[in-house]
């Protein structure tokens, strides 16, 4: 009976045992599950991860991981491998300095003066004099606020964020600029720049940039490019010297709005080619960041700047313009393989970049966290976007999106929508466009473009009409969907106080407070007493730096950013400044010796 008893026992622990390991199997499928749709996991990154941006322009989703298997992407598709993609992320507008406005303040850019391309060029076709975008007082570059915390940040090659960045927003930016520059064991955020699929990649003659082969010799300063003493966007390799990294014959998909003959394949084949070549020199930057020991440590971010470059894209608040490629790659390849179909503006980078380091975003910024510690709860139900002036045309239009619907409202319905754009116009399938255009051998949906006026409302279905061609706005059927866009339209416009039927002029003017010219920084004031450096600024939220001068004589080349008292020896040399955003910058006080 004992025995019995006791092999009874014993089943009764073994069944139990395995129906523990059942539920526990049961878990771990559930939670590979919610992998493989990208849901949101605890990512174990270090608690102050490094942080590196790889930025290219004019990139739509043209990668492979993205299901255009046109190029191979070998570096691209491992980050995707070892990552996550990001399907739904969406710019602010279709073309490069707004966009970059919003990523470096976590703002809307038609809601600080930064939409309209260029705000500082094309001044004698416009009449209006240069100026800067002119966020709230509080506003901080991302950049600046993580060297508050600490980080080394560096900027290798482009900024363009419609103002000019405080000196206290880098440790460094140049061409040179590297994470390798920072001190021992200090944390970065390190931004480097790939241009070789911008736009004027598809100018003719045809070449790779020559200040781009920098990317094989990150960090190097003794290397020098090749000069032909012209500016960077036109000191190009012959098409002889050019790589070719797929075949000039490769059969593309062209989009229905674009005609499908010689000159738009050949375009299409620069475009490609140009992203292919990028793929190589970001594999040259990770290849430092792994050979440096730091692949484990850093949280890599690969995006665009906004939609590729073709005609009917860049620039427009399509798809085609807004939609962008974006990757992230966590350390120990955590939720490697995912894909992430939450939407995302870049109004969202800089409060998840402060996520992703363990900080919570200012309440200034407009964007919210889809990663890091402080994720909000609840994802984004629409992304925003808003088109101005570019260059030397102008016209003012404003859209909303959900994960399915586009609602974009023409304040200028009175024009056309193609505007003649000097600078796109350089693209061939632009001239070809024009062409076929005037001879009349366009079809219907390549056409729709240059129609004379356009309707003051447009709705699409981007899932039915991703190329966004059949305009549902007086279908009764989408009445609702309809009203309820346009509803989040207003309800947006007031939260950022953009008015789209203010005059360019009458901007700036509001910008500059009323006044004719740029405001300026006030000079810094200093005192020192007892041992201690007191440093203020009467203009509102002025950045304030400093430089020390070293006992060689010489000056540190970053600005270090006051922030509290500094305990400093009598004697000390040292050189004081001051900038707003949008303003000018105060003049420099260089003190002899403090006393």
């Known amino acids: 009976m004992k025995k019995r008893f006791e092999l009874l026992k014993n089943r009764t622990f073994y069944l139990f045992l395995l129906v523990g390991l059942l539920l526990f199997s049961c878990q771990i499928l559930k939670k590979s599950d919610r992998l493989s749709q990208g849901d949101d996991v605890n990512l174990n990154s270090p608690n102050r991860p490094n942080i590196l941006w790889l930025v290219t322009e004019d990139i739509g989703p043209y990668l492979p991981s993205f299901g ?35 990523i470096a303040t976590g703002m809307y850019p038609s809601g600080i003066g930064a939409n309209n391309m260029r705000t500082n060029s094309n001044m004698k076709e416009t009449g209006l004099p240069p100026y800067e975008a002119v966020p709230p007082p ?5 950049s600046e606020l993580l060297r508050m915390k600490g980080y080394y940040c560096s900027n290798n090659y482009k900024e363009d964020y419609q103002f000019n960045p405080p000196q206290t927003a880098w440790d460094e930016s140049s061409d040179y600029a590297h994470w390798r520059n920072r001190g021992v064991n200090q944390p970065f955020f390190s931004v480097f720049n790939f241009t070789e699929t911008h736009e004027s990649g598809l100018f003719e003659p045809y070449g790779f940039r020559q200040i781009e082969t920098r990317h094989y010799h990150e960090g190097d300063t003794s290397y020098v490019w090749k000069q032909n003493g012209l500016p960077d966007a036109k000191n190009r390799m012959t098409e002889a010297e050019t790589p070719v990294h797929l075949p000039k014959h490769t059969k593309f998909k062209i989009p229905p709005y674009l005609p499908d003959n010689a000159v738009v394949r050949r375009d299409m084949w620069k475009l490609y080619n140009n992203i292919a070549e990028t793929d190589k020199q970001i594999g040259a930057v990770l290849k430092q960041l792994e050979d440096d020991g730091l692949l484990e440590k850093t949280i890599i971010v690969f995006y665009s700047d906004h939609g590729g470059p073709l005609p009917r894209g860049k620039r427009l608040i399509y798809d085609s313009g807004l939609n962008t490629p974006m990757i992230i790659r966590y350390p120990n390849k955590q939720k490697a393989g995912t894909k992430d179909n939450q939407l995302i503006s870049f109004v969202d980078f800089a409060p998840t970049l402060l996520s992703m380091i363990g900080d919570k975003a200012p309440s200034y910024m407009q964007g919210q966290a889809f990663a890091g510690n402080n994720k909000v709860k609840v994802e984004r139900k629409y992304i925003h976007a808003a088109a101005d002036r570019f260059d030397e045309v102008t016209d003012v239009i404003r859209a909303v999106r959900d994960k399915q619907f586009k609602y974009i409202r023409n304040y200028r ?40 006026s356009k309707p003051t409302e447009e709705l699409f279905d981007c899932k039915a009409d991703p190329h966004e061609l059949v305009n549902l706005a007086s279908n009764p059927k989408y009445a609702s969907k ?16 953009d008015d789209p039927k203010l005059p360019e002029a009458a901007l700036i003017r509001k910008l500059w407070n009323g006044k004719e010219n740029q405001p300026q920084t006030a000079k810094p004031i200093i005192s020192y007493n007892q041992g201690k450096l007191v440093i203020s600024c009467e203009t509102a939220g002025a950045s304030i730096g400093y430089k020390i001068k070293n006992k060689n004589g010489s000056w540190p080349k970053s600005w270090t950013i006051y922030q509290k008292p500094v305990t400093l020896a009598k004697g000390t040399e040292l050189s004081v400044m001051a900038h707003r955003i949008g303003y000018k910058t105060s003049k420099p006080i260089e003190l002899n010796g403090l006393k």
């Open 413 to 452: 319905p009175e024009q056309g929508y193609y505007l003649p754009l000097a600078y796109r116009e350089q693209i061939p399938t632009m001239q070809e466009l024009l062409r076929l255009h005037k001879e009349g051998k366009l079809n219907a949906i390549q056409d729709q473009w240059f129609r004379k």
């Open 68 to 102: 255009d298997s046109t190029i191979v992407t070998p570096n691209l598709s491992r980050l995707a491998k070892e990552g996550v993609v990001y399907t739904n992320l969406y710019s602010t507008s279709g073309v490069c300095s707004p966009s970059r406005a919003a």
């Open 482 to 497: 309809l009203q309820e866009l346009r509803t989040e339209m207003n309800r947006w416009l007031e939260e950022i106080h």
């Open 138 to 142: 509080q506003v901080k570059m991302i």
